[in-house]
T-cell receptor
């Protein structure tokens, strides 16, 4: 199993541009989440999904959209990038409620 | 808990000594706690977890202690090795979807 994969590894955007961060897992996990990590800080939850077709907001959802059309994929969309969205983004998945979360390697995003 | 800023608490230990990393959590309703290790440029890696019906759990070279009375969690690493150098995060979970709230992290440096 590849586990949790994320693409791209690094991205530079200009303010106002849009993009989609990809996340995929091959462990057949129901739960998937997106976090952002700012320098010297812990991870903050953006959005999460408890199964295909079901998503919900986390702690810092503004400026981000998600969808979950399949169990494997959970893309994160930035509709109009802002410098405040410069961060490292981590996707995670877990088999079920209360299970261990497995994290992807992250996407480093710089918004100019 | 809330992220506390840009400067991580740091802990330096000699190789071979034991390390103790502490964490105060914020939500008295949290019933599941996890320690993660994050090496530079990588995603968080699960170390050990504990549920609120326990006060101690041991793994390989690691022990987690939970004190619900004062909402305190600690991670003990025995015979610390250079490969243990990383940032360590505690996370607490509550709610039906088991969303994680991360602490701000502690930078552990192992001195030769």
């Amino acid at each position: 199993n590849a586990g949790v994969t994320q693409t791209p590894k690094f991205q530079v955007l200009k303010t106002g541009q849009s993009m989609t961060l990809q996340c995929a897992q091959d462990m057949n996990h129901e739960y998937m989440s997106w976090y952002r990590q700012d320098p010297g800080m812990g991870l903050r939850l953006i959005h999460y999904s408890v199964g295909a077709g079901i998503t919900d907001q986390g702690e810092v959802p503004n400026g981000y959209n998600v969808s979950r059309s399949t169990t494997e994929d959970f893309p994160l969309r930035l509709l109009s990038a802002a410098p405040s969205q410069t961060s490292v983004y981590f996707c995670a998945s877990t088999r079920d409620r209360g299970g261990t979360q497995y994290f992807g390697p992250g996407t480093r995003l710089l918004v100019l | 808990g809330e992220n506390v800023g840009l400067h991580l608490p740091t802990l330096s230990v000699q190789e071979g000594d034991n390390s103790i990393i502490n964490c105060a959590y914020s939500n008295s309703a949290s019933d599941y706690f996890i320690w993660y290790k994050q090496e530079s440029g990588k995603g968080p890696q699960f170390i050990i977890d504990i549920r609120s019906n326990m006060d101690k759990r041991q793994g390989q070279r690691v022990t987690v202690l939970l004190n619900k009375t004062v909402k305190h969690l600690s991670l003990q690493i025995a015979a610390t090795q250079p490969g243990d150098s990383a940032v360590y995060f505690c996370a607490e979970a509550s709610g039906s979807a088991r969303q994680l709230t991360f602490g701000s992290g502690t930078q552990l440096t192992v001195l030769p």
